[in-house]
């Protein structure tokens, strides 16, 4: 028994340094060129390896996404329960200042994202698929509940409806506003002020009247 | 100068033949995947002559989605002349129901804004992409005008930034809720109906609460 926790144990930090590795090369890199036998070279391990941990480079980056998941979902639960969100005001401060983190910090999470529904997704196991989407499913419920108790604003659907607009609204904003230098110049020197559309401006902006506009309906 | 503009009006026609076959293919297949010489082929010219019309593949694309932005602004003035839009509830009738002829007819449109800043805008003549920004600029901000004028309850750069930011519903929306059809199943299956997220529903409710925010805080 012991042996076999130790050597489960040995895998699972096996797996987290391939997802390391993995996160370091996206940092820099588009998904679609990176590859698998790359990512063993620099682990210096062989390609039979990896594949036993990763059986498709879709699986490593969508269990790369679900880590994400796993860390924003802990960070939420930590904010919360330092922070006092007895009313919308709060709550929304809240939800806009988690935007701003991951704005800021979390460039990989917020590109995962825009990839996992048209990419990653279409190229994975069906059981990893299904354990990994259950776990999610009940630890976002979990914390929804969490927000709901400690927030009687929004019902616990409505606040896992608010994270999945906000990742719509990330995505969206990050693909519209991810406008290259030569056309950022253009747009200056031609003062076409509308068409600069700055990412984490806008997506707190349009989170932010999102939240007010379904706070009134409810 | 007959003779001349017959040519121009042949080369325009021209023109628009191949941004017709580039919607003809991108319909069936991804960007990526499309080659210029094989709508060469399916045209019957050579790619020297294509090359001529779109230097690149990316300029070919770009202006295939300037041709959607004057279809959308024209469809939009006409909507406006017969439509009362004479206060906030009637002009947000109007937004929702031109978002939902995008969604319903439009694919190509919402996945073309999704490639632009990422991959069409980083391969085109410095001349054209500032010849088609000026172009497009102008005929939004005098759209915009037109609106403000009917309906006075947002100025002309609010108006943009709500069209600028419909865009990015959508794009964000459409890459969210783009599951493949396993995922679907699975979500049915294990009852985690909170991770169904139906794009045109979605779309229409975040820019309707967008919106509504808007309004309250304007």
Redesign the interface.
Known sequence: MAKRARSQEAKEEKAGAILDMAAEMFATKEF?RIKMSEIAKALGISNGILFVYFKTKEMLFFQLLMREYARRLENMEQRIEKADIGNYDLFKKLVLEEMAVIIEDSDMYIRL??I???IL??NID?EV??ES??WF?NR??EVALIIYERCKVFKP?EI??IF??Q???????K??????K??LN??DK?Q?E??K?AFKD?ALK?M???????H??D
Chains 1, 2 share one sequence.
């Open positions: 679609e994202v825009s996992r529904g048209a997704e279409k069906l698929m299904i989407k259950q499913y976002f419920k659907d896992m409806e999945l607009v990742e719509s609204i990330l995505v969206g904003c693909l519209c506003s991810s406008l290259p030569d056309v253009i747009i031609y076409m509308g068409f559309f806008n349009t932010s009247y999102y939240l007010d506009g379904m009134q309906h």
